[in-house]
């Protein structure tokens, strides 16, 4: 079973691969603004130290806002599109590394992807103020999730390298719950883990199971992203790209780094552009009240 897991997300890799591919080409004339040095930047950074247990979502979300490479309202397309590849790497990478109960992996990937999928079609279709909501208070969750996990609230002392009953049910509706989210920009990776450490299963199994899952949930969900164009093409590509090399390089080359410094820094980003994201998204109703207050006002006059 764990055969037939890895050979599909080797053809999921190489049908999204021409999917992305033939859209950008599609749509070459008329690509967005971005920066192509900023964005390979970001992509191979975010997903060198996703591979290392930071993850990507929310730092590459707070890299995307201030070196203002995309339009707020496309960042969970963006976002979902961009680390499609990236993410089908490391589960193809990790599920051959790391032993895992067959059915408790295959029916926890199923649900996510069914939650992704679902969710694909619903974020999509967010107005500019909601996708701001949504990323502001996605941002927050996984700064709650790194600062529990850096301050050992979240502890992984299982042994289970799978589940039965109760537990497995728990696991399938919650990561489709998660599936769901990670759509609208809320990173799988830290909640999946929080699941599995709270179920009892091995710290080291929680690496298969939420690789797995997104690489499972994003292929259709980001297809459904771009169907309906709501991603940044140009951003996205070239993130996918160097996300890809560096996603290789962090599994086979560097084992380890000392990263203690750096997820208190960017817990801190995390933080600030949550902010800012709320902030503007409530930012932008007050001129539509002023001139709602004028009209009122005026009306009364006459």
């Known amino acids: 079973m764990i055969t037939i897991i ?23 004339k008329d690509l967005e603004n971005s920066s192509w040095l900023k964005t390979l930047i970001i992509g191979f950074v975010v997903d060198f130290f996703d591979v290392l247990g930071i993850g990507s979502f929310a730092p590459q979300i707070a890299l995307l806002k201030f070196t203002k490479q995309t339009e707020d309202k496309i960042i969970p397309g963006t976002l979902n599109v961009s680390n499609t590849i990236p993410a089908l790497i490391e589960a193809i990478i990790f599920i051959k590394i790391i032993k895992v109960d067959p059915l408790t992996l295959v029916l926890m990937l199923l649900s996510a992807t069914v939650g992704g999928v679902f969710g694909a079609g619903v974020v999509s279709r967010f107005s500019e103020k909601k996708v701001r909501i949504a990323i502001g208070i996605a941002l927050l969750l996984a700064a709650f999730f790194m600062l529990a996990n850096r301050l050992g609230w979240i502890q992984g002392e299982g042994e289970a390298t799978g589940l039965t009953g109760i537990k497995l049910i728990v696991a399938i509706v919650v990561n489709c719950v998660l599936g769901a989210l990670n759509t609208a920009g809320i990173g799988l990776f830290a909640p999946c883990m929080t699941l599995v450490f709270a179920l009892g299963m091995s710290p080291k199994v929680a690496f298969p199971i939420m690789m797995g899952s997104c690489a499972f949930l994003m292929p259709p969900a980001s297809a459904k992203f771009i169907k309906e164009g709501a991603y940044n093409r140009k951003a996205s590509f070239s993130m996918a790209i160097s996300g890809t090399i560096a ?54 006059k006459r």
């Not at 890895?6 to 070459?28: E, N, P």
């Not at 080359?253 to 949550?274: E, G, Y």
């Not at 709320?278 to 539509?288: C, S, T, V």
């Open 247 to 300: 996603v290789i390089i962090a599994a086979f080359i560097v084992k380890s780094l000392p990263l203690d410094i750096l997820r208190w820094v960017v817990l801190a980003v995390i933080i600030i552009t949550s902010i800012i994201m709320l902030r503007a998204a409530f930012k932008n109703d007050q001129p539509k009240m002023e001139e709602s207050k004028v009209i009122k006002t005026g009306n009364k």
């Open 6 to 28: 890895w050979v599909t997300l080797i053809f999921l890799a190489i049908w999204f691969s021409i999917l992305l591919t033939r859209d950008f080409i599609r749509h070459k």
